[in-house]
Each structure stands twice: as C-alpha cells, then as structure tokens.
C-alpha cells in the first residue's frame, strides 16, 4: 500500500495541469529500402510559375555500394518531362541534383564526394538564372540555368524517387525536409544549417521536421507525415512504425542545450519564457525570416523514486542530502539521514529529499517488521557472541541483502547494503566493548540479534 504526503499531492496536483505546448522529440524518419516513402500529393502546385526555388533537407545513407535500380531517392519532385527538383543518390559516394524546367530542359549538378553513414545537411537552390548545390552550408557547385516549373500535379516524394518504372527507395534516414518558393542565400543556408529552418517563413511552402511519434516505439497509428508550415502533410506508405527501422527513430540534433534544475512548486524562467515542470523543451528564437536558432532546454527535477527489498529502502536519487518521515504523523525519524533506511518498526516511511537547493518528498511505503529472533530458532547466526576484533554473520537458508548496526544508545554505527551473501564479515577492531543490535535483511524479513563486543 502506498500513500503520499499532503504537500507532495498537491504539488503534484499542480504539475498535472500543465500543458507542455513547447515540448517536442527531436526525430526522424527511417525508410527500409524495401518499399517505404512519403508523397505529398500535388506537392508542385505550391512551387509552381515560381521563379526561384529552394529545397534543403538532413539526411544520413547507408547505402554504401549504390548500382541501378538500387539508387536513394532523398526528396523533391520528378517526372523526367517537364518537372524536376530533386536530390538522388545514384552511385558511391554520387549526388545528382537536378533541375528540369517546363520545357524539358535539365541542368545537373553532381555531388562526388558525398558522405555516407553520417548526418549530411544539403541545400538545393534555384534563383531563377543559377542553379547552387550546397553540402553542409558550403557550396559544392554553380551552374547557370533557366525556366520555371509550370506543371502543377506533381507529386512531392521523400524517401524515394521514380525513373522509367524503378523506385529509387531510401535506404537510411530523413530529417528537416523542406521547400520554399524563393531562393535563400548563401547566409541563409548556413544558418539552416548550423540552426533550423524558421516555420513562419511566408516563402516556406512544406516543412516536415519528422518530430511526430516515439522514437523506436509503436507508432501505427501514425498516417501521415506533418507538414509544419500548414500547407500539404504527407501520406506515409508502408512503413512498418515499430521498432528501430521504418519507424521514427531519433533525429539529427545540432540544437545548443541548456540544462539546469527547476525546484517543486516553482517557476523557471528561460528568455521570457515560464515553465513549472520538469521536461525537454524545443525553443525557437527567429534570427532571420528563414532561419531560427533553436535550444534544448533540458529541466529536471528530483527523483522521488524509492525502492523497497528486505525491508531496506533506498531512494533512487544519489548526490543529495535525505531526511527519512513517518507518513501517517508526519514525523521526522531520528537519525535517518542516509540514502537507505533500515526500519526496526512498522510503520509507513517516506524519504525527503534536497538536491541544490530544491527539496521533494517521495510516496510513503509501508515496512512491516518481524521483531527480534533469537539466534538459536533463526538460519541467521553469529560465528561468535561475544565478538572482538571481527563480527561473522551467517545465513544458512537466504542470502543477506543488508546490514545495520545500532549501538544500545540507539546510534547507527555500520551499515553495508545491496548484498547477496550468505556470510558476511564486518571489522569491528575499532568498535568499544558493549551491547549492540546486529540487524540482518533478506527479501522478506529483517532478523534483529543482541550481539556483545568484548
């Protein structure tokens, strides 16, 4: 039976009522290979008559040894007529980006040393007279180039890309897709880069930042992939969406971290912003119309945790200061200072805990103790009473989880926990000559014996 102190109910209370709007997991998106993909219908209708156009996107291949059929669609649009604006990998270590304009005319710019099983950021950029392919914020190569995309009713891939009936299916991960009508500068593209894309951006026409789900969890009923600027989400087929592969699994995540402790019942407050819960947040802080700097704002609080074996409990945070109560008269129990407690009575115990300068209380677990046995009617045994120099503890039947000694004013002079012995032996050469109370825990008793050192 478990019960929780007054004051820690209610600042539980509190804390359940709080709406974590900021806070979101920093995934992607893994694809098989097999048959995975994103389309985002008529994806074209938001890019086209524009006269420049930019698409950048994270992604990390493992498709070391690329040989057709078996190329990586990465994303954009593709229909080898009219409407190209896509990134594929199509040999080793070989990006092909790609322009078509309405008039069937292609301008490509190939990547040759792009790097695999690794994170890599790529920018594709048209402005209408020049065509950029940037890899981590640098630039990989120019050309000159014209036209527009007039055709409307082109689908937007991620994840795969189609050429004369094969399916160029990813294999590896996706993260930070996004597409704009305008073409961003070279500033802009590193700050995408070293930051993240701005969502309020009016140019911005898809931004899928895959932040949906549990990573490496059960995420069937996940349908569609979520299009951060509003405008198309993206239909997922065939991802399986459990476990570590084709399934949102954990993203690229080059954000800066923040991480402090926020105390129970308070308000931390961080660039104008309050939260009373611990919790990781995904803060945005716009730097340009296109690029935000984003921190991780990382807040904990105190485990209250507190794990109950052989009547010893223990609180699961390390590091603080403890102060052992009894629940039901909210007592404070003399002595009790250590991070495990040792309870000689029955009763319903909690732990108080402080951690730089915050304090919390854990729920109450009830001990019942079994009172004093006597050596000779109890498996647990002293190898000598009265002792001297060394005291020997033997349990013929159980193994002994811990060990406590009281002297007869009550003072805990020696405690040894996590055991799983069935001998122990204490030093007690330093110990003065006198009565002491020698308790033994196992998984279900505690056993208490009167022992005299000589």
Known sequence: MKTKLLT?????????????????????LDFDGIDDEVIVGGGSALIANSSAISMSCWVYPTNTAPVFPNYDGFAGIRNNTDADFYLVEFGVNRLEARFRNSAGINFDIVDTAMPVNVWVHYTFT????????????TIVNSIPANGTITNSGEDFYIGNMYYNGASFLLTGKIDEVALWSRVLNPNEVDCIYRESVNPSDIALKLYFDCNQGIADSNNTAITTLTDVSGHIDGTMNLFSLTGATSNFVAGINNFSTVADVICPGTTYTYAGQNFTAPGTYLLRFPITSVCDSVVNLELTGIDTTVTESGGVLTANQSGGTYEWVECLNHTVVPGETGQSFYSQVNGTFAAVISVNGCTDTSECHTVIFNGITQQNNFPI???????????TIINSTKLINGIRVVDIQGRVIYTLMNLENKTVEINSSEWMSGVYFISCYTDKSVVTMKAIKQ
């Open 126 to 137: 048209f402005s209408g007279s020049e065509l950029t392919l940037y890899r981590n914020g």
């Open 381 to 391: 045994q002293l190898s000598k009473n009265p002792f001297t120099e060394k005291l």
């Open 8 to 28: 820690t109910l209610f600042f539980l209370s509190t804390l359940i009522g709080v709406q974590r709007v900021s806070a979101q997991h920093q995934n992607a």
